[in-house]
């Protein structure tokens, strides 16, 4: 008997032809059928399977298309195949900033906006092609007469301003690799980041604006240089305007000379930075990426992907602690202006960061699931009340976006604007499954499999599902994975983090299903699944139910195995302003879950709490809190640096107390 296969839902969105006809990866597939034996016919979905079958002609495609230069030719596209390890490129030699300053190169181009800053007390402030090349050639000339070699670590203690972008490419020219967090970030947070590469310069900011205050970070500037012995010069970057120390050098010293940049010409995989995660159960794990890796893929993404090229602007809440702010510096890989906002994502009002892509007239607008999400609750009507009329595209990540999320971005940032709905990570800087500018868009779901990303969902014997939820899996390389995690000089970490369940196999973390019709649901970590009577749930879906009602602001589920075998799941709540969590909100939450997912997930306890607690970058801290549920303490549970709120973790350790 014939097993029908599932209709795929009507789309919400669909392309126009001639938006579809006149995307680059439209434009990309016709040229790669001619250079490179790309299908000709069959559009994306025939584009996919050939970037993942045939890596190496994939992959020099996309080199020759955003035409590469290799100062020294690759001797063949991937050496070792093999993960972890593979090695892409070898013999090729190249420089990232170079290619992130072509534009400049361009007398009819140098002087457009290659930078807008924006933050709460002004409006886009450019700063041109021609004066980033220049502001990028002489701190780089600087750091050199500073003794900086290629592979020493510079560190930017710094908001989203244009002195964290020029800071960045002026350690990429010389070859020094880049790390960078946020000063919301307090000193220890930092150094338990820092300290683990030895930076031997610190670029450091005196504070920043946040929330409509001024927050002055000197003495944790201070606290950093005292933890960090291996700083042989420290930089002022005078945000709030305070004078440099007697021991620092003047921001403006070192970017005035007026200097032509000068490229370190460096193999392929050589490190262009370090990134981490969350760090939230130990250290952080520093994450290296290569110089040629993320060139690559970020040429791709940004370029086929996000259909981003010279006249766009490319805008995206985020901020130096985060892996999107590297991917947002590379839109001037494609020629396109980038849009800095250094504030909060709602000061002064929910609306902020519409504002911000009126002001600059951004064409691609990224921001967060949850952004979008207290936008709907907020009541606010984006394309009436804002001109709109250049942004093509919405994007978001951070964790799925809801259904009611898609449909509020379709009926309020208007009905031409494409929703990318898109899902990564920090540990390959870049997009697993999302947009597609030629595909539809469908409720609750990814539009595809990123080009080059031969992606499945697996059960836990291995075996390959469709329309199933299983382990998101990659098994194939990439070139943006990590070369290699710091300080773990047998690989022993990194195989351990994605390589030991399906051993040769990348598994990421998540729960995702995905589609006959060849789109991508993500449901959530899969370290945080919930799990009743055999039943697997991911906590997104939990979370996208219950926060459709307006009493609930922020939710938390947890699944909590018990010591007699048994299973604990309670639901905790931050509530909304004025709302009240009496039994009838309580039951409505209880029939809410049963109803639209499943009575096996109804949670067994509903509990409020003051606030939800997030990592340094705002997601939703889940296995901690399970942890501290199951008796271990506050101190062997989290790692205090990397919380938003310390004191709000305390509250689960009382409540497991008082359970025991």
Known sequence: MSTAVPQPPQPLWEPDPARAEGAAITRFQSWAAQAHGAPADGGYPALHRWSVESLDAFWAAVADWFGVRFSTPYERVLGDRAMPGARWFPGAVLNYAEHALRTAEDPLRSGDAALLHVDETHGPEPMTWAELRLQVGSLAEALRALGVRPGDRVSGYLPNVPQAV??????????????????????????????????VVLFAVDGYRYGGKEHDRRETVAELREGLPTVRAVVHVPLLGSPAPADALDWSELTSA????????????????????????????AIVQSQGGILLEHFKQIGLHCDLGPGDRFFWYTSTGWMMWNFLVSGLLTGTAIVLYDGSPGFPDTAAQWRV??????????TSAAYVMACRKAGLHPARDFDLSRVRCVATTGSPLPPDGFRWLHEEAGEP???????????????????????????????????GTDLHAWDPSGLPLVDEVGELVVTSPMPSMPIRFWNDPEGTRYHDSYFDTYPGVWRHGDWITLTSHGSVVIHGRSDSTLNRQGVRMGSADIYETVERLPEIRESLVIGVEQPDGGYWMPLFVHLADGATLDDTLRDRVRSTIRAHLSPRHVPDDIIEVPAIPHTLTGKRIEVPVKRLLQGVPLDKAVNPGSVDDIGLLRHYEELARTRR
């Open 417 to 451: 604007v494409w929703i990318a709905s898109v899902s990564g990570g920090t540990d390959i800087c870049s997009v697993l499954a999302g947009g597609v500018p030629t595909l539809p868009v469908r409720i609750g779901e990814l539009q595809a499999p990123a080009l």
């Open 357 to 366: 892509a009126e002001a600059t007239g951004a064409t691609v607008f990224g």
């Open 258 to 285: 007026g200097t032509e940049p000068v490229f370190e010409q460096l193999p392929f995989d050589h490190p262009l930075w370090v990134l981490y995660s969350s760090g939230t159960t130990g250290l952080p794990k």
């Open 166 to 199: 020029v800071a960045f490419l002026a350690s990429a020219a010389v070859g020094a690799v880049w790390t960078s967090c946020a000063p919301d970030f307090g000193a220890q947070g930092v150094l338990d980041r820092f300290q683990q590469v030895e930076p």
